[in-house]
C-alpha cells in the first residue's frame, strides 16, 4: 500500500498503528506465559485472607503506590536497605501487582513485621508524629471509618475467575488443605470469607480499636504480610539465579 | 522567491497549499540510513552475549562462554560454592554482593571475632561499626526510636540514656534485637476500683518524687504488695522492675508510658498514671530483627547502641 494512502486515511492509519504495536507487544509479553521459569517454584506464598484483600483494596482506593513501589530489584543498594529482591512468584496472586514506579517513600515489599501493629496505625494517622521530615499525608480517617465487607464474597469469587485459588466447594476447599494446609484453606473459603475477615481482626485487633473493624485494621493487616510469605533462609543465597 | 523554489526543486511531494506552500521529499540522510543498519548489527552481536530469544518453554542465553559470570553462592548450611552462569541481572547481583561481602568481610569478621567488649577499643573498627551502624539505625530503627534515639514518650524507649528495662548489657541488648521484646502489664479496670487506682497512682507519683496526695500513697503502698492488686510481682518488692519481664523501674524520673513530662498539672499527672493502670500495656512491641538482619549485623547493631549511642552497661 502507498504510504499517501495510509497517511491520508486515519481510520487505516489507526488500525495499522494498533496491529504494529501489539504485534510487538505480544512478540515481548506471549513467551513469558510459555516460559516455565518465569514464575519461580518457591514455598510459602498464598492467595490474601479476606482481611488483608480489603486492606489491599484500600491501598489502592488510597492511591498509595503513586507514592511507594513493592518491587525490590536485584540491586546491591536496595538489598542492603529492603532485603531480599522481589520474586515473580510473590505476586502471582495479586490482580493486579503493586510493583509501582514511583518512589517518593520507601519501597513496601518487604515492610512486613518491620514494625509493630501499633506504628503502622500511628503512622497512618499522622506520619509526621514518627517522622517528623516525612511528607507522607495523614490518612486520619482509616481509623474512623467502619470497614465495609457486605462484598467480600463478590471480590474473592472474581478473582477466583483469574485464577486465584478462593475455593467455592468442598472439593476445591480440600484442594486448598493439600496445597497450603488447613490453616490457610480455611481462611481462602468463600462461603466463610465474613467469618474469617472477622476472626482476624479480633485475634490481631491491628489497630487497637477492639469493638469495631475499621478500614484500618484491614489495611495494616495488609501491610503486615508484605514480603513476609517467603522464607528465605530456607534456600542458598543465590537459589533464584537459576531462573532467570 | 515561492516561484523559484517551484521550478528548481524537484523533491517535493507534489502538494502545493495557499499557492506557495509546499512538502518537500528529500530522502533520509546517508548517516542515519548507517546508523539504522548500526543497530540491526547491533542487535545480532547482543544475541549472542545476552538472554535473548523465546523457543517453546525455554529461551536463549547467548552463547556459552562467551559472556559468563561467576560467584560465590552461600547454601543455608554456610557451606560456599562457585558458581558460573550466563550473564543474568540476578548473577550479575550475586558478583555485587560478593563484592560488598569482600570489602567488608575484613571488618565483619572482626567483630564477629571478638568479645563485645574487645570491639570498642579499635578506634579503627569502631569508625566501621559507627558509619555502618549508624545506615542500619536509620532504616530500621529511627522510625520508632527516633533519629537521635532519644525515643517517645508513649511510644518507644531512650536508648541513648543508661536507663535499660531488659538491661543494659551486650547480651541483654543483643538479646533485645534479636528475638523483640513485648511488655504486657494486664488492665486493672475490672480488678480494682477507681479509688484504689487513685491510690496507686499517687503512690506510683510519691515513688519518682512528683506531686502527691500522701494519705492516698500511703494506701497505694500496701495495695502495691496486696494480693489484690499484685503490683509487686512484677514490678518487684521496691518497684525497680525486672530486667527478665521488661516491666518498668517506678521509682525513677524516666517516664515510658505515662506522659509525666507533657502534662502540665497534677490532676494531669495522676489522670495519665490512671490511664496506664486502668488499660494496661501490650501494644509497645519492639519486633524482632532474626529475619532481617544477619547475626553479624545484629552484632555491630549491639556495639552501635551499647557504645556509640551510649549508656550500655
Not at chain 1, 530489584?73 to 510473590?90: C, I, M, N, Q, V
Amino acid at each position: 500500500m502507498k504510504h499517501d494512502k495510509i497517511e491520508r486515511n486515519l481510520g487505516i492509519l489507526a488500525i495499522l498503528t494498533m496491529l504494529a504495536i501489539s504485534a510487538g507487544g505480544m512478540v515481548e509479553i506471549v513467551p513469558l506465559f510459555f516460559i516455565k521459569e518465569t514464575v519461580e517454584k518457591v514455598e510459602g506464598v498464598r492467595p490474601y485472607t479476606p482481611l488483608e484483600l480489603r486492606g489491599r483494596d484500600i491501598y489502592i482506593r488510597e492511591g498509595c503506590y503513586l507514592c511507594h513501589s513493592q518491587m525490590i530489584r536485584p540491586f546491591r543498594d536496595e538489598a542492603l536497605r529492603y532485603g531480599h529482591y522481589s520474586l515473580a512468584a510473590e505476586s502471582k496472586y495479586d490482580h493486579p501487582f503493586q510493583w509501582g514506579s514511583k518512589r517518593t517513600g520507601p519501597d513496601l515489599a518487604r515492610v512486613g513485621n518491620k514494625y509493630s501493629n501499633e506504628w503502622q496505625t500511628q503512622h497512618l494517622i499522622a506520619p509526621r508524629s514518627l517522622v517528623p521530615q516525612s511528607v507522607m499525608p495523614n490518612y486520619p480517617w482509616l481509623i474512623k471509618n467502619a470497614l465495609d465487607y457486605s462484598d467480600i464474597q463478590k471480590r474473592m469469587l472474581a478473582l477466583r475467575t483469574t485464577g486465584v485459588p478462593y475455593s467455592n466447594s468442598q472439593a476445591e476447599y480440600e484442594r486448598n488443605v493439600t496445597e497450603f494446609g488447613a490453616d490457610v484453606a480455611k481462611q481462602l473459603h468463600i462461603p466463610d470469607a465474613e467469618k474469617n475477615l472477622i476472626g482476624q481482626e479480633q485475634l490481631n485487633n491491628y489497630d487497637g480499636k477492639a469493638d469495631q473493624v475499621t478500614e484500618m485494621d484491614a489495611l495494616v493487616s495488609y501491610l503486615q504480610v508484605l514480603g513476609t510469605m517467603v522464607d528465605f533462609k530456607k534456600y542458598a543465597d543465590d537459589e533464584f539465579v537459576k531462573y532467570r | 522567491m515561492s516561484q523559484d523554489n517551484n521550478t528548481n526543486t524537484t523533491n517535493t511531494t507534489g502538494h502545493v497549499w495557499d499557492n506557495d506552500l509546499q512538502e518537500l521529499d528529500n530522502p533520509l540522510p546517508r548517516w542515519w540510513i548507517w546508523g539504522f543498519y548500526i543497530t540491526f548489527v547491533f542487535t545480532i552481536v547482543y544475541w549472542l552475549f545476552y538472554p535473548a530469544w523465546p523457543i517453546g518453554d525455554n529461551y536463549t542465553k547467548g552463547v556459552p562462554g562467551l559472556n559468563s559470570i561467576t560467584y560465590t553462592a552461600t547454601q543455608p548450611n554456610g557451606e560456599q560454592v562457585e558458581k558460573t552462569t550466563h550473564w543474568n541481572m540476578r548473577s550479575k547481583f550475586m558478583v555485587e554482593m560478593n563484592e560488598l561481602q569482600e570489602a567488608q568481610k575484613k571488618w565483619f569478621d572482626k567483630v564477629a571475632a571478638m568479645p563485645f567488649e574487645d570491639v570498642q577499643k579499635d578506634a579503627e573498627l569502631m569508625q566501621f561499626v559507627n558509619s555502618v551502624g549508624k545506615t542500619m539505625f536509620t532504616d530500621n530503627c529511627a522510625p520508632c526510636h527516633q533519629q537521635g534515639a532519644q525515643g517517645k514518650i508513649g511510644f518507644s524507649p531512650n536508648l541513648a540514656d543508661d536507663h535499660w528495662q531488659y538491661g543494659g548489657t551486650y547480651q541483654n541488648i543483643e538479646e533485645t534485637i534479636v528475638a523483640g521484646r513485648n511488655g504486657y502489664m494486664p488492665p486493672f479496670k475490672e480488678v480494682l476500683q477507681d479509688e484504689q487506682i487513685t491510690q496507686l497512682a499517687n503512690y506510683v507519683l510519691e515513688m519518682s518524687g512528683e506531686p502527691h496526695d500522701a494519705e492516698a500513697s500511703k494506701a497505694g503502698a500496701a495495695l502495691f504488695r496486696s494480693e489484690t492488686a499484685a503490683c509487686y510481682y512484677c514490678h518487684g518488692e521496691n518497684a525497680q522492675g525486672k530486667i527478665q519481664m521488661g516491666s518498668a523501674n517506678l521509682t525513677d524520673k524516666i517516664w515510658l508510658w505515662a506522659d509525666i513530662p507533657g502534662s502540665k498539672t497534677d490532676a494531669a499527672k495522676l489522670a495519665e498514671v490512671k490511664r496506664v493502670i486502668t488499660g494496661g500495656l501490650n501494644r509497645g512491641v519492639m519486633p524482632a530483627w532474626s529475619g532481617r538482619l544477619s547475626p553479624a549485623q545484629i552484632k555491630l547493631l549491639t556495639v552501635y547502641v551499647h557504645d556509640s549511642l551510649g549508656g550500655g552497661k
